[in-house]
């Protein structure tokens, strides 16, 4: 009998199963199917987390991308280097575990999200490592002598992340919790703490350490240079030759892909007049576009390389000798490189009112295209002594403090808090 209870539970805490199962059965999404199926998740939640000790040294990664990449990668990366006696879990899901290179340590377990482990580990773990609203996204129950810590996967970002800038109701509510179940969130300069303070969290307390997937930008050269052959390999690039990384964000209508008309031919033709040598262009979409460019089958020159399954931007980053985007905060992690970066902005006038930006683009270094037309211009006038003296306005205002250190510091917060956390026991 404890047995068949025990099973019967395992089968409740799994997430929205009984929802899924009524989708089968009608082959349509119900409210009222949905309700029952979300009391009973949260009741077998409630009771798994009661019923569940704290372990003190017990933390738990979840990314967005429920994959092993952003600042929790890099910070679980320094952190396993400093052989700390910690137990690890990494949330995966069924889509990203074969693509997702999770470290091979014995401190470190896999989890696939939304699984009877998964909500187990969640009321086990001591620490919850986020990139978003993961952990809250199902407003599981959290023990006041748990702490989440939420990393971010932005850096001096362009556009608005306040709850008024956001489409997304889900995304929203998630949110609101982050105001009370926050309990530090990582940040890398005065800039961000104004946007902090102004979205989601406007009280919880700031560790300003930096970001730890930047610390990268920091590395050695020889380092870095092993990043980018692991590059060339995956995509049989010859090391010698220059690579340019476009990787746009996605729009709230995800099937149109007009905003990224990038004509590939001249960008390459431009490239290599202004810079000399032989370029490769990496193509790297949101996840939330891929499908769309998918379904479009569009036919890309010989010369750009679809990159959208490298999963971690900062190796394509160190990889790339110039960058570009339209919105992506990825840009604003770019501008540490010290390397070019510019933007394609097609819909620009249209984004700054349905979303908004912190500031004017005309305020980062980069040089603004409109279209084509543009572009090719604006790559053709380069200038780096320009570009560099706007780059160092650019930190300095934003007070940015990023200096290769932030795993370090973020992991010395942790154990001292494991460590204390132990002596009062």
Not at 93 to 111: G, I, N, Q, W, Y
Not at 376 to 398: G, M, T, W
Request: aromatic letters at 14%; proline letters at 4%.
């Amino acid at each position: 009998m404890r047995k068949l209870l025990h099973k019967y539970f395992a089968f409740a805490v799994e997430k929205r199963l009984l929802y899924k199962l009524f989708q089968k059965i009608h082959k349509k999404r119900g409210s009222i199917q949905k309700k029952w199926d979300l009391k009973i998740a949260h009741w077998a939640w409630k009771r798994l987390s009661k019923n569940t000790r704290v372990i003190n040294n017990q933390i738990m990664f979840k990314t967005y991308q429920n994959n092993y990449t952003c600042n929790p990668k890099y910070f679980c990366r320094y952190l396993l280097k400093t052989k700390a006696k910690v137990k690890i879990i990494w949330v995966y899901s069924r889509k990203t575990k074969k693509s997702a290179h999770f470290p091979k340590d014995e401190r470190v377990k896999l989890v696939r999200y939304g699984s009877y482990e998964y909500y187990k580990a969640m009321a086990q773990s001591k620490y919850w490592i986020d990139n978003a609203h993961g952990f809250l996204w199902e407003n599981f129950p959290k023990k006041d002598e748990q702490v989440l810590i939420n990393l971010w996967h932005g850096s001096l970002g362009l556009k608005k992340i306040d709850p008024d800038s956001d489409s997304n109701e889900r995304r929203r509510a998630a949110g609101e919790l982050a105001k009370t179940k926050t309990d530090y969130c990582l940040i890398n300069s005065d800039f961000e703490e104004m946007v902090f303070r102004t979205s989601y969290w406007p009280t919880n307390p700031l560790l300003k350490y930096g970001h730890p997937r930047n610390d990268v930008f920091f590395f050695s050269d020889a380092a870095k240079e092993k990043l980018k052959l692991r590059v060339c390999k995956k995509y049989s690039i010859d090391p010698e030759k220059h690579l340019f990384l476009y990787a746009p964000t996605f729009r709230d209508d995800t099937d149109s892909i007009e905003y990224f008309d990038v004509d590939y031919e001249r960008l390459k033709a431009a490239l290599e007049k202004r810079f000399g040598g032989e370029w490769i262009i990496l193509s790297r979409f949101h996840f939330h576009t891929v499908r769309a460019l998918q379904n479009q089958k569009i036919e890309l020159p010989d010369f750009v390389i679809d990159a959208n399954d490298y999963a971690d931007i900062q190796i394509l980053q160190v990889a790339s000798d110039i960058g570009m985007t339209d919105y992506s905060s990825w840009i604003c992690d770019f501008v540490l490189s010290g390397k070019p970066g510019f933007l394609f902005t097609t819909d620009i006038d249209s984004y700054v009112t349905e979303r908004g930006f912190y500031y004017p683009l005309e305020d980062t270094p980069f040089p603004i295209a409109r279209n084509n037309d543009e572009l090719i211009e604006n790559i053709l006038s380069f200038d780096p002594e320009k570009y560099e003296a706007k780059r160092v306005v650019f930190l300095d205002k934003l007070g940015c403090v990023e200096d290769g250190n932030a795993s370090r510091r973020l992991t010395r917060f942790i154990l001292d808090d494991i460590k204390k956390n132990k002596k009062k026991k």
